[in-house]
């Protein structure tokens, strides 16, 4: 069975700082991965996904994440923060399923806080 | 597009009573899925539906829960009787082409 670890629950940087959110995921087969992002007392929303080709991808806000098959990784990444990224960021392995979706699993979230 | 609906957003109910929660996908979307999220497990998928019918329900966690999606623009979770331990929040989403679009969620609280 799939398995998602975020292995850092909370982090905090300055505003103007770059990001690095990791993810290691474990799955048989080639998975298909995804961010989630999180604002207080909202839904998630999807800032990118990696289903296959180019190993770095391009997501919403100015994210990216790149997958690395050796590392069984997928790291978000932003080059500069902003006050407005302070949200909880959920990194998902997807396994295909009847019809042509995926059956998603989460990690359990990483927390980020932003400094002025 | 007004996004997947869910009602009610908050929901405090005592211990026994049967609960309902309530989503509308959105207008096209083939997939309704059914997630439950607590600080002690994360995101878990407790239920899918493909074209209204059920798929999966192996993460319901016991025969006190219930789905349902009587047409394309409606579900329910349904959890009879309740318990303090099913406090959570509830998300449904729907999905087209590679997304998953979530609800914004309804907030459980069992007394």
């Known amino acids: 069975a799939q398995s998602v670890t975020q292995p850092d629950i909370h982090i905090t940087v300055s505003e103007g700082a770059s990001l690095e959110l990791r993810c290691n995921y474990s799955?048989?087969?080639?998975?298909?991965l995804f961010w989630y992002v999180q604002s207080p007392g909202q839904g998630l929303q999807l800032l990118l996904k990696?289903?296959?080709?180019?190993?770095l991808v391009q997501g919403i806000k100015g994210f990216e994440a790149e997958f690395k098959r050796s590392q069984s990784s997928f790291n978000l990444r932003k080059p500069s923060v902003h006050w407005s990224d302070a949200a909880e960021y959920f990194c998902?392995?997807?396994?295909?399923?009847?019809?042509?979706?995926?059956?998603?699993?989460f990690g359990k979230g990483t927390k980020l806080t932003v400094n002025p | 597009d007004a996004g997947v609906i869910q009602s009610p957003r908050h929901e405090v109910t005592e211990m026994g009573q049967e609960v309902t929660l309530r989503c509308k996908p959105i207008?096209?979307?083939?997939?309704l899925f059914w997630y439950r999220q607590t600080m002690m497990r994360g995101l878990e998928l407790l239920i899918y539906?493909?074209?209204?019918?059920?798929?999966?329900d192996s993460g319901m966690p016991e025969d006190r829960f219930s789905a349902k999606m009587p047409n394309a623009s409606f579900s329910t979770l349904k959890i009879q009787p309740s318990e303090p331990r099913d406090s959570a929040v509830y998300f449904c989403?729907?999905?087209?082409?590679?997304?998953?679009?979530f609800g914004p969620g309804t907030r459980l609280t069992v007394l």
């Open positions: 799955y048989g087969a080639t998975p298909y």
């Open positions: 539906f493909n074209n209204n019918v059920p798929i999966d």
């Open positions: 998902a392995v997807g396994a295909r399923i009847e019809g042509g979706s995926e059956k998603l699993v």
């Open positions: 207008s096209g979307h083939d997939y």
């Open positions: 989403a729907s999905r087209v082409v590679n997304e998953q679009f």
């Open positions: 990696y289903f296959s080709g180019d190993t």
